[in-house]
């Protein structure tokens, strides 16, 4: 029997993250970490990812900056990273059970192992899934290309139905970076680097007035807009899928923990890695001069459902919660693209509704030759958007002397053709389909501009 | 880049209009297109400047031609000065510049945007409020000039300093950087900052009142209040639209089948019906046939003149027609501008449109 | 096209096949026609009903003028 913990809310949740930094890759006879080297022992790893009885077989690859190579086709890419806090695991309610609800959120040391990712391939679809270039122009659109990668090309057994694939590939991958965290990072560790992340206390906290007339910083909530539209579209929080969920509060540091996974392989360009959620730095920014430059009053998540009445109740729901939290002014990011721009501007409209500001980060998809319209919807309100870029815009891939994965999907993914592949053996090919290129968390430096 | 068997200089070739092409003024207008050999008029100014800046030019062939003789003649103009101007071989077609004239603008516009799918770079230069700047912003650098004349020096140096890269064949990334009118495109490029601090700092910079600037201005998706509605229908006078193409037979004013660039204004006085003998379907985006057998379909003036009858409205005796296929959002706004102006000042009250 | 009447200050009725680009340009009173070839017509019908079908769509844009109205209305 378990008894509820402390509401997190009465104290605040402080998590101290310590990093281990990898500058390369190997295979070895046993899984540790040696003069800044990761070694893996494939034998051990490929053993306990073929416990799934769905999956055929493994091949494990390495690819490094600088490499002429093209990974292809990306299902999920995710950084290996251990909790030092006992009755809370990495991927919390995916790995293990957890239960936010029941359980607060308890603080502690989490450590991350930097300089290299787990990235699993393999054909589900063959389409609107992406492909990361670890050198040539490509490479520029994302930060994938300046780390290492431990590829996982997983195969599974003929007549598996798709969402089974699904699953068994993503959970394969959390497993992956579970058994790299504890064979490499578990024990006694003596370099690295750390840091505290202090989050904010419960919201009826009112921010650190400051007496004397001096003007109070301003305070600033977050929405975290997830996809969530259904097969290979989902993102989970603590393992349920966010589309039966309501819009609710989190605690930010739990995306270090990797409470917010993706199941989403779509939409390359700007979906969410499980990467990308560990590392949001919208979450990271405003924790870090949370107290200084401003009041970081709290972070909602919320989902972008297929249906009307699922858009007007989430994003009234959503609206409300962040307006409880007293806020000024919020920053609002979504993934993907298409009819959850739906989502954003009736986020955007209902917040600006409650007298708090609103600013978004969207990509946009104004065509190749940029002409087009780059949202579906629009409302005056969003009058305060940062674009990362026109997924749309075409650029040239020279061809890679390796290629990880498979691409002849090339052609069929979303920003490619049949008529993309050039004589030379290029492809011409939209950044649509370049991994977390227009990523909407703003990792990236893209973007777009009236010519 | 230019033949070293040429002289080694650049040729351009410049087209002006009756006033800079030294023939007079407003009264000349209608002046017919014809040729001199080199500079005249600003294209001095122009050739000194481009040789100021180290490009080595000559124009080879002033092209001259009266404002309103192009606007009302464009299709032959060009049909003459394209190829007669490829015959000299420019490595540059500078037009302009237009300051405010409007017709003077569009001809700029008209040339320019003739001559760049031909592989020659063409370039021109008008005030923000000239029509040829709206009409040619997305497929010709325009670059942007004073009201008028006055503002000579300043527009040459300008066009001189674009001239020289579109000369060294460098791409135009950012035509606003170059002095040049938006063209309304997107275009993606690397900023120095991630977008999470560039998101973070615009809302601080909103929370204060600070100005700041969107990355992507949201287009007005502007609705109409509807208008009240009609209390009685007796007495009121009801006109027929139409986006179908219903057309006399014959289409009198040929109306394009498609991207229309005209809509047409025909009389129903004393007609009861229409029937395939009188009209036709000018429409080029659906199946014809059955709009052709019975044009009624489209327009419905037979079921209308038994309302009329039975209601008590009052059919107005004209009605409007364009073909709504592909047809500009632009255009099809300015048609029906115009079209509810007449519709205003001939008393009617409300509107049927039918479209396909 | 309906947009720019109305904003000149005369009600449209907007009969039309597509209707959801009618809503996107922004009519306000939208009468969803037969099909596209025979917005106001049906071929497959003898002619007396064909004038009906027709007679029954003007009524309705001759109904939705008369109903005043605060948003897009289709009356279909």
Partial sequence: MSYARPHAGVHPVTHLWRKITVTDLGFSSATRVENGKLLIDQGELTALLRSDPIIKDVQLAIARPGDSVRIIPVKDVIEPRLSRIPEYPIFPGVLSAWDPDSDGIPSGEIVSLCGMVVTTVGSIVGFQEGLIDMSGPGARYSLFSGIHHLVLDISVIEGTKRHEHEKSVRLAGFKASDYIARSSLDGPLSSGSLETLNNPTDPGFHGSEISGGRKRVPRIAYLYMLQSQGLLHDTYYCGVDVKKMLPRRIVPTEVLFGAIVSGNCVSACDKNTTYHHQNNPIILDLLRRHGKDWDFVGCVITNENVTLGDKQRSSTLAAELIASLNPDGVIVSKEGFGNPDADLMMNCSKIEAHGIKTVLLTDEFAGQDGASQSLVDSHPNADAIVSTGNANEVIVLPPMEKVIGDDRVITELAGGSSKCRLPDGSVAIELQALIGSTNQLGFERISSRFK | MSDASRNGKYRIVHYVNQFFGGVGGEEKADCEPFTIQGPQGPGRLLEKLFREGNADVEIVATVVCGDSYFVEHQEDVLREL??????????????????????????????????????????????????????????????????????????????????????????????????????????????????????????????????????????????????????????????????????????????????????????????????????????????????????????????????????????????????????????????????????????????????? | MAKEIERAGIPVAHICSIITISQTVGANRIVPAVAIPHPLGNPRLPLEEEKEVRRNLLKKALAALQTPIEEQTVFS
Wanted: aromatic share 8%; charged share 25%.
């Fill in chain 2, 82 to 356: 394209v190829p007669l101007i490829r015959g000299y071989h420019p490595d540059l077609v500078v037009a302009g510049p237009a300051f405010n004239a409007g017709r003077y603008g569009m001809a700029c516009g008209g040339i320019c945007s003739s001559l760049q799918p031909l592989g020659i770079p063409a370039i021109t230069a008008m005030f923000k409020e000239n029509p040829g700047v709206d009409h040619y912003r997305k497929t010709v650098l325009i670059v942007e000039t004073a009201n008028n004349v006055s503002g000579m020096e300043e527009a040459v140096r300008k066009m001189v300093r674009l001239g020289i890269k579109r000369l060294r064949g460098e791409e135009i990334g950012f035509p606003k950087a170059e002095g040049c009118f938006e063209q309304g495109i997107r275009k993606n490029y690397f900023h120095a900052e991630p977008a999470c601090g560039r998101a973070i700092a615009m809302l601080l910079r909103k929370i204060n009142g600070d100005p700041f600037e969107t990355e992507y201005p949201i287009p007005f998706f502007d609705r109409v209040d509807p208008q009240p509605a009609i209390a009685d229908l007796k007495g009121i006078t009801i006109a027929l639209v139409t986006s179908g193409g219903i057309v006399p037979t014959g289409n009198p004013d040929h109306i394009e089948s498609s991207s229309a660039s005209k809509y047409g204004k025909y009389s129903l006085e004393g007609l009861e019906t229409l029937d395939a003998r009188t009209h036709q379907s000018a429409h080029g985006g659906y199946d014809n046939t059955y709009a052709n057998d019975d044009p009624n379909r489209v327009l419905p003036i037979d079921e209308m003149r038994v309302l009329e009858k039975e209601l008590g409205f009052k059919q107005h005796p004209w009605y409007y027609a364009t073909v709504g296929n592909g047809t500009s959002v632009d255009n099809a706004q300015k048609f029906a501008k115009e079209i509810a102006v007449e519709l205003i000042r001939d008393g009617v009250q409300a509107v049927i449109l039918t479209s396909t």
